[in-house]
C-alpha cells in the first residue's frame, strides 16, 4: 500500500458524458501528480499540484482539467468523454515538488472505460 | 523532451533464473525511478536511484547519469516478479516513462 487513494477504481460511462476521479495523496505530501496510462500512449504524464497550485502541465487536453484543494486532495475532471479516453488513470504523489529527491509514489489506480 | 528506452521489450524466464532490464535516457536527469505494475495494474516503486547502486532483497539497480543509462537486476526470478517494469525519468518537472520491459517469470 502506497499511502495513495484514490477513487473509483472502476468506472464505466456513455460517451459525451463528464466524470470526476479523486486522490488522496500519501500523508504529509504536497505534491500529487496525474498519469494516463493507455495502450497505444504508455503512461503519460498529465498534470501536476503543489500545495494548491499547478506547477507542471503535461499532455493534459482541454477537455481535462484538475485541481488540488486545501486538504491537498485533487480531482481530475474529464469531460466530453470520448472513446480514446478509456484508460487508467493513475495518481501519485511527493513531498516536494522538484525534480530532486523526491520519490513519487503511485497509487491503484481508477480504471475508466467510455462505451 | 527526454526519450527513455528500455530493453528487452519482452523477457520469459525460468524460475530462480537471473536478469538484467536496461533504461536508456537522452538527457541528464535529475530524477530516475523503477517500478513494478504487477497483473492487477498496481505501479510499485521499486527504487529512486538517480546516481549509484541500490539492493533491496533479491533486486537491485544501478544508474550511470554521466552515461545516461540505468539497469535493473533481479536474482533468483520467482512466478510474482512477473508484470511489467518501467524506467521513469525526470528533468524540469517533466517526467517520461519508458514503454516497460514485461517479465514472465515461469514456475
Known amino acids: 500500500d502506497s499511502g495513495v487513494t484514490q477513487t473509483p477504481k472502476h468506472l464505466i460511462t456513455a460517451t459525451g458524458q463528464r466524470v470526476t476521479l479523486r486522490c488522496s495523496p500519501r500523508?504529509?505530501?504536497?505534491?500529487v501528480y496525474w498519469y494516463q496510462q493507455s495502450l497505444d500512449q504508455g503512461l503519460q504524464f498529465l498534470i501536476q499540484y503543489y500545495n494548491g497550485e499547478e506547477r507542471a502541465k503535461g499532455n493534459i487536453l482541454e477537455r481535462f482539467s484538475a485541481q488540488q484543494f486545501p486538504d491537498l486532495h485533487s480531482e481530475l475532471n474529464l469531460s466530453s468523454l470520448e472513446l480514446g479516453d478509456s484508460a487508467l488513470y493513475f495518481c501519485?504523489?511527493?513531498?516536494?515538488?522538484?525534480?530532486?529527491?523526491?520519490?513519487?509514489?503511485f497509487g491503484e489506480g481508477s480504471w475508466l472505460t467510455v462505451v | 523532451g527526454i526519450q527513455v528506452e528500455q530493453s528487452p521489450p519482452d523477457l520469459i524466464l525460468q524460475e530462480g533464473a537471473n536478469s538484467t532490464l536496461r533504461c536508456n535516457f537522452s538527457?541528464?536527469?535529475?530524477?530516475l525511478q523503477w517500478f513494478h505494475q504487477n497483473p492487477w495494474g498496481q505501479l510499485i516503486n521499486l527504487f529512486y536511484?538517480?546516481?549509484g547502486t541500490k539492493q533491496n532483497g533479491r533486486l537491485s539497480a544501478t544508474t550511470v547519469a554521466t552515461e545516461r543509462y540505468s539497469l535493473l537486476y533481479i536474482s533468483s526470478s520467482q512466478t510474482t516478479d512477473s508484470g511489467v517494469y518501467f524506467c521513469?525519468?525526470?528533468?524540469?518537472?517533466?517526467?517520461?516513462f519508458g514503454a516497460g520491459t514485461r517479465l514472465t517469470v515461469k514456475p
Open positions: 500523508s504529509g505530501d504536497l505534491s
Open positions: 501519485a504523489s511527493s513531498v516536494g515538488w522538484s525534480d530532486s529527491g523526491n520519490t513519487i509514489y
Open positions: 521513469a525519468v525526470r528533468n524540469n518537472n517533466d517526467m517520461r
Open positions: 538527457d541528464s536527469v535529475n530524477n
Open positions: 536511484i538517480p546516481s
